[in-house]
């Protein structure tokens, strides 16, 4: 069963294989350089990942020795409901980390199956687009060696240009918990290389202007807060598992119909299949001032957040 409201999957392919600890990185210079990986996860999952007054998150931290930051409830990696995670250290202290997390997210969302095959996941980073040259290579060799290397599947989103200034994009690593700490050791390793990439970990959450709705004009030439004035109709895009589109529209449209009343905005929903690039999100446009903007995306994720809790209970 998928779910598109957390960044895993279920497709139950591959043997479980657990007993095996992260793998790790050959000792070089490189592991000691601090550096860093981002990846999505739910709402609800940052929960679990934060654990009751912080202890998870904690003790994760103390045993692995990196550090682990979550972006603010409520922002969003653009076109998604996703937040981001990031984990920074040594290389080796980055894997002990995604592998503590990975474990604890799979554990809860397949803690009631008991057959002998480990579920086929997706995991998605966030790399910025001038260091995804560096995994791709050339004629796509780097990217070829990793997924023969690690048995994932690896897939690089394209760059979305419905974000203004938008420079990340999304690596789907999918496959069981080994294959997927495989496939992160030789991206991250591959990433620490790029002086560029690691200039990136003091900005690890840069999408709160997104999340606050200062798109700018929907032509592309606004930016982050550039003086719009709040009757004016600026236009913004996020995205809504396809899975939870029902609870938007409502029957015979009526809860998209109250939405619009109560908040002022025009919302219009993309057909079925047209989705989001690199996500299984489909699009939700929303029309109108900013003040208007604001109060139907809160709305319209007050409605997703709340199905997407009750079915991780």
Not at 57 to 74: P, Y
Not at 101 to 116: G, V
Request: aromatic residues 6%; glycine residues 10%; proline residues 5%.
């Amino acid at each position: 069963m998928e779910s598109t409201e957390s960044s895993y999957v279920s497709s139950p392919e591959a043997p479980r294989r657990r007993s095996s600890p992260p793998p790790k990185s050959p000792a070089s210079d490189t592991m000691e350089k601090p550096t860093y990986v981002r990846f999505l996860v739910s709402n609800a999952a940052a929960g679990s990942v934060i654990g009751k007054g912080g202890a998870t998150i904690t003790d994760f931290q103390s045993q692995s020795g990196a550090r682990i930051q979550l972006s603010r409830n409520h922002e969003f990696f653009p076109g998604t409901t996703d937040r981001i995670i990031m984990v920074s250290g040594s290389i080796n202290e980055i894997l002990k980390a995604v592998d503590l997390i990975l474990a604890k997210l799979l554990s809860e969302l397949y803690s009631e199956e008991t057959d002998d095959v480990e579920p086929r996941t997706k995991l998605r980073l966030v790399v910025p687009n001038s260091s995804c040259g560096g995994i791709i290579g050339k004629g796509g060799s780097t990217i070829k060696s990793f997924i023969e290397g690690s048995q994932a599947g690896i897939k690089i989103s394209p760059q979305d240009n419905n974000y203004f200034g938008l420079n990340d994009r999304l690596v789907t690593v999918t496959g069981n918990l080994d294959e997927q700490m495989r496939a992160v050791d030789l991206i991250v390793s591959k990433l620490s290389e790029d002086p560029h990439y690691t200039q990136s970990m003091n900005a690890p959450f840069s999408y709160p202007a997104y999340n606050a709705m200062s798109y700018g004009p929907p032509n592309g030439t606004g930016g982050k807060f550039q003086n719009n004035k709040e009757d004016r109709s600026n236009s913004v895009t996020i995205g809504v598992a396809d899975s939870h589109i029902g609870l938007v529209v409502g029957r015979g449209g009526r809860t998209i119909m109250e939405i619009s009343q109560a908040s002022g905005a025009r919302i219009k929903i993309s057909d079925r299949g047209d989705f989001m690039s690199g996500t299984t999100d489909r699009k939700v446009t929303i029309t109108g001032s900013q003040r208007a903007i604001r109060a139907a995306e809160s709305m319209i994720l007050q409605k997703v957040s709340y199905a997407s809790e009750r079915a991780m209970e």
